[in-house]
């Protein structure tokens, strides 16, 4: 073979084998998340309206699942994440968000709450303790820049990210997928809004008690409907008299205090 021709298949070859290379993390990429689906089996604890995590087991004997789970997420490159459909994006935030946070929790475990983590100056949200998309960052980024700062207008992933708190939304003993996405981010509504700890409409008041997660992320809720009450409207009643007159503003609202107690099923 000439020479000249040899040197241009060999560097045809190269070509070859670079591009398999960087195609392989693509095509491996589990958006299933089954690593993370057989945590939440194990570690999760269910109570209907509200769930539990062992952490203390979790710590023990799962540290290194954990672990292999999050670099895979870390391991996504940024132009990789975008030429995957928005459903499927938008489950792998929720997932790294609720994954992260319990690594920070099994991190500092044990504490009585995730606000127990960072010091009074220091927002434990603000911590920047892992990876993504090649670069330091912390919670508050996936949830308030790559959620809530794109194309998502979806306020329901306020009760899909959890803060490992009793007053936040319940983490879910499965993880999120793309074709799934829908129907657990429905549930996860609707299970929120039908606890009445957290959430309720009193007749004999008038009232509409509710998280102070609507009067957080207040905007959110009226972008996609309006207003706080016509988000919850539909979700707080099965009478449609109720459900006019808390969608039209016609009763009180009252933001009730949050727990910020750690949500831990661990015997300690």
Not at 61 to 82: G, T, W
Not at 103 to 116: F, G, N, R, T, W
Not at 215 to 230: I, L, M, P, R, T
Request: with cysteine; glycine share 4%.
């Amino acid at each position: 073979m000439h020479p000249i021709n040899k040197a241009v298949k060999m560097i045809a070859l190269v070509g070859v084998f670079w591009l398999a290379s960087t195609a392989a993390p693509a095509a491996s990429f589990d958006h299933e998340h089954s690593a993370w689906q057989e945590l939440l089996q194990t570690y999760v604890v269910d109570h209907g309206a509200y769930s539990e995590v062992r952490y203390l087991q979790l710590q023990q004997n799962a540290i290194a699942a954990l672990e292999n789970y999050l670099q895979s997420l870390s391991r996504v490159p940024k132009s990789q994440f975008d030429q995957w459909s928005k459903a499927q994006r938008l489950a792998f935030l929720i997932n790294a968000y609720n994954a992260f946070t319990v690594q920070l929790i099994v991190a500092h475990y044990p504490v009585d709450s995730i606000k127990d983590i960072g010091g009074f100056f220091r927002s434990p949200w603000k911590i920047e303790f892992f990876s993504l998309f090649g670069e330091k960052t912390h919670l508050d980024h996936i949830e308030h820049e790559l959620i809530r700062g794109r194309d998502y207008a979806e306020p329901r992933i306020h009760f899909a990210l959890v803060c490992a708190s009793v007053g936040c939304p319940k983490l879910q003993g499965r993880a999120y997928t793309a074709q799934d996405l829908e129907s657990m981010l429905e549930s996860a509504t609707n299970t929120f809004l039908h606890d009445p700890s957290r959430n309720r409409y009193a007749a004999t008041d008038n009232t509409l008690y509710l998280s102070s997660i609507f009067k957080w992320y207040g905007e959110d809720f009226a972008v996609k409907s309006g207003s706080v009450e016509q988000f919850v409207a539909a979700y707080m009643s099965h009478d449609p008299k109720v459900r006019q007159r808390i969608g039209s503003k016609q009763v009180d609202v009252e933001y009730l205090d949050y727990d910020w107690s750690l949500n831990d099923a661990s015997d300690r």
